[in-house]
């Protein structure tokens, strides 16, 4: 019996090791795909978004009410796909290369001042009220990505709250952290799913629900810029009564000197 262990053993190793492998090799495969699909679609539907916002200036011609109202649901579609798309290409490359930072000082308080400014009118088109109580706040990080934190965050606030509610954003500078967090008067995250919510492609049963178009990937996203940044993302949320997410970075001045941008 002992025999037949030894003589096996070092053969089960070899192949957990190759299996493992070949997993590893076609979980890349996987995410290079995913990234070459992504991108390869993402071109046209940037061209066809653009000229379908193109068809709307006065320019264009006349279009019929009617006209309007599809190019206008052709449109949200366009984008929809586009966002999930944009979200794809961005899990993959994390999955594939780390995240990669481009940093430079920012002020996050920009960044959120310039993302309400685009969310406006899709929540104003539901009568939601949007407030920004901001003070400067410096972090050395790449500024594309930290858009893409508070835009995530925002776009949830209005997609999953009612008509007639509200969001509240704050930029504010803590010791030496910068604390942005986004707060709505929505529908709620039940305790039970809270831990969840960062997970890929996790929705809560309520969001599925109701058809609240998404993806799931967009916590996920948040979550990995911000730990690439090397700060942190909380939640709390009451069910009917709304969330609040926090997020937590190193402000620039909190950095070690070499690191810091001045
Ligand atoms: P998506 O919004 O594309 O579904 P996310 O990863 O951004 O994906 O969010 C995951 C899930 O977390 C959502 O489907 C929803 O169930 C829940 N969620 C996120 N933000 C909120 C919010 N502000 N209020 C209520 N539920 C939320």
Same mark, same amino acid.
């Given at each position: 019996?002992?025999?037949?262990?030894?003589?096996?053993?070092?053969?089960?190793?070899?192949?957990?090791? $190759?299996?493992?492998?070949?997993?590893?090799?076609?979980?890349?495969?996987?995410?290079?795909?995913?990234?070459?699909?992504?991108?390869?679609?993402?071109?046209?539907?940037?061209?066809?978004?653009?000229?379908?916002?193109?068809?709307?200036?006065?320019?264009?011609?006349?279009?019929?009410?009617?006209?309007?109202?599809?190019?206008?649901?052709?449109?949200?579609?366009?984008?929809?796909?586009?966002?999930?798309?944009?979200?794809?290409?961005?899990?993959?490359?994390?999955?594939?290369?780390?995240?990669?930072?481009?940093?430079?000082?920012?002020?996050?308080?920009?960044?959120?001042?310039?993302?309400? /400014?685009?969310?406006?009118?899709?929540? $104003?088109?539901?009568?939601?009220?949007?407030?920004?109580?901001?003070?400067?706040?410096?972090?050395?990080?790449?500024?594309?990505?930290?858009?893409?934190?508070?835009?995530?965050?925002?776009?949830?606030?209005?997609?999953? /709250?009612?008509?007639?509610?509200?969001?509240?954003?704050?930029? $504010?500078?803590?010791?030496?952290?910068?604390?942005?967090?986004?707060?709505?008067?929505?529908?709620?995250?039940?305790?039970?799913?809270?831990?969840?919510?960062?997970?890929?492609?996790?929705?809560?049963?309520? $969001?599925?629900?109701?058809?609240?178009?998404?993806?799931?990937?967009?916590?996920?996203?948040?979550?990995?810029?911000?730990?690439?940044?090397?700060?942190?993302?909380?939640?709390?949320?009451?069910?009917?009564?709304?969330?609040?997410?926090?997020?937590?970075?190193?402000?620039?001045?909190?950095?070690?000197?070499?690191?810091?941008?001045?």
């Amino acid at each position: 019996m002992n025999t037949v262990t030894l003589v096996e053993e070092p053969d089960l190793r070899t192949d957990l090791l $190759a299996e493992n492998e070949r997993l590893l090799q076609l979980d890349q495969l996987k995410d290079e795909l995913i990234a070459t699909v992504s991108h390869e679609l993402r071109t046209p539907l940037t061209s066809i978004v653009g000229y379908l916002e193109l068809l709307h200036a006065p320019d264009a011609g006349p279009l019929t009410d009617q006209q309007a109202q599809f190019l206008g649901v052709i449109r949200r579609s366009a984008e929809r796909l586009l966002s999930l798309i944009s979200d794809l290409l961005l899990m993959a490359q994390v999955e594939s290369d780390g995240m990669r930072l481009e940093r430079e000082n920012v002020d996050v308080a920009a960044i959120a001042r310039e993302c309400i /400014t685009a969310a406006r009118p899709s929540a $104003a088109s539901r009568s939601i009220a949007m407030e920004l109580a901001a003070e400067p706040a410096s972090v050395f990080g790449d500024r594309r990505l930290l858009g893409e934190v508070v835009e995530n965050l925002l776009s949830n606030a209005v997609k999953f /709250t009612p008509a007639g509610g509200s969001i509240v954003v704050r930029v $504010a500078c803590l010791n030496d952290r910068v604390l942005l967090s986004v707060r709505d008067s929505g529908i709620g995250i039940p305790a039970i799913e809270q831990k969840e919510l960062f997970a890929r492609f996790y929705r809560t049963r309520d $969001a599925a629900r109701r058809a609240v178009p998404g993806s799931g990937l967009g916590l996920s996203i948040v979550k990995a810029i911000v730990d690439a940044h090397g700060g942190e993302v909380m939640v709390e949320s009451a069910v009917s009564e709304g969330s609040t997410f926090r997020v937590l970075l190193p402000a620039n001045q909190s950095l070690p000197a070499e690191e810091r941008s001045t």
